[in-house]
Structure formats: C-alpha cells, structure tokens
C-alpha cells in the first residue's frame, strides 16, 4: 500500500527556516506527481509547492520566493524548505501524491489520489 509520511515540522521563530520531509513507498510506478498542502483550523486546504513527473516545480505567487520544493527520487523523499518564515504561515502541511497531474490542477487537492497525515509547522515570536 502506498504510505506517505511527513516530518519536520515544529515550532520556529519569524524569520526562521524549516524544511519537511515527506517519505514515500509503496508506489507501483516511478516519480508520481507531487505536492505540498497546508491547511488551517476553518480554512481550505491550500496548495504550496508541486513538483511533476519530470520534476518541473510549481509554486502559488503567494509563497513563490520562499518555499523550494525538491525531490530525491533515489531515497524517494519529497522536501520542503520554507525560508523567512512568516506567522502566517502556520499551518498542518501535507504532502500529496498522484500518478500523474494536469499542470492546470497541481493546486487542486482533488487531482491527488494519496495524502500524508500532516505535520504541524507554528511561526510565532
């Protein structure tokens, strides 16, 4: 079965960086297409970073500058860096999977077909 399991989060001071790991097994295919969600407490999930087949990256304008998402296809680990983190940016992040995903969804959590259980990045002073 497909397994797919965050780490790295925890608490950072503003201005801080982080970076969170996704390990993934159990895929029957090579480099799915990838991605990293947040969400908060009332809001809707939000796409942060994807990364395609090929490993073409693709970022929101909202975060593009700050947020590198990468992945070792040998060790099969999605990453996460988060530069100049920012209150705001306080959330449960997910990583997602999918076989493949039309780059006009890559932030559309319903074009993914595998989640991770989270993992809990709080900014605060």
């Known amino acids: 079965a497909v397994s797919l399991v965050e780490s790295g989060g925890g608490s950072v001071s503003p201005g801080g960086s982080l970076t969170l790991s996704c390990e993934a097994s159990g895929f029957t295919y090579k480099n799915p297409a990838m991605a990293w969600f947040r969400q908060t407490p009332g809001n809707q999930r939000e796409g942060v970073a994807a990364?395609?087949?090929?490993?073409?990256?693709k970022y929101p304008y909202s975060v593009k500058g700050r947020f590198t998402i990468s992945k070792d296809n040998a060790k099969h680990i999605l990453y996460l860096q988060i530069d100049s983190l920012k209150p705001e940016d306080t959330a449960m992040y997910y990583c997602?999977?999918?076989?493949?995903?039309?780059?006009?969804?890559?932030?559309?959590?319903?074009?993914?077909?595998?989640w991770g259980q989270g993992t809990k990045v709080t900014v605060s002073a």
């Open positions: 997602a999977a999918a076989f493949a995903v039309y780059e006009g969804r890559r932030f559309d959590g319903s074009a993914y077909t595998h």
């Open positions: 990364i395609d087949n090929s490993g073409a990256a």
